[in-house]
C-alpha cells in the first residue's frame, strides 16, 4: 500500500508558475510509475501528466504539452508537476497516484488526499 501527501497549492494569478510536490511511502518509490490528475468541479477526473519509474520517460494531456513539466526523485519517494503559464481553466483539484507498475502508462490505484489549485485574478 502506498501513502501519498500532496503539497504546493494555492492561488495563483494568471501567467503565474506553481510547483506541486507529493511524497510517497509504503513501497519502494523506484519501482513505480507516478501520474498527477486533476478535477475540475462539475468535470471527470483527467490525466494531467505521468512519469516512470526511472524518470526517463513521460506522457501528458495533449492540452497541456509545454506548459507543466512532471519530474520525480526517487531518493526523495517525491514526484513533482512544475505548471507554468497558468490559466483560469487549469482550476482544479489535483491528485498525485502511484501506479500499478513501473511503466508511465501504467493503471494507477493509490491516490493522495488531493491539493487545490485556484488560477484566477
Known amino acids: 500500500q502506498v501513502q501519498l501527501v500532496e503539497s504546493g497549492g494555492g492561488l495563483v494569478q494568471p501567467g503565474g508558475s506553481l510547483r506541486l510536490s507529493c511524497a510517497a511511502s509504503g513501497r519502494t518509490f523506484s519501482s513505480y510509475a507516478m501520474g498527477w490528475f486533476r478535477q475540475a468541479p462539475g468535470k471527470e477526473r483527467e490525466l494531467v501528466a505521468a512519469?516512470?519509474?526511472?524518470?526517463?520517460?513521460?506522457r501528458y494531456a495533449d492540452s497541456l504539452k509545454g506548459r507543466f513539466t512532471i519530474s520525480r526523485d526517487n531518493a526523495k519517494n517525491t514526484v513533482y508537476l512544475q505548471m507554468t503559464s497558468l490559466k483560469p481553466e487549469d482550476t482544479a483539484v489535483y491528485y498525485c497516484a502511484a501506479g500499478a507498475s513501473g511503466g508511465a502508462y501504467s493503471a494507477f490505484g493509490s491516490w493522495g488526499q488531493g491539493t487545490q489549485v485556484t488560477v484566477s485574478s
Open positions: 512519469i516512470n519509474w526511472s524518470g526517463s520517460m513521460t
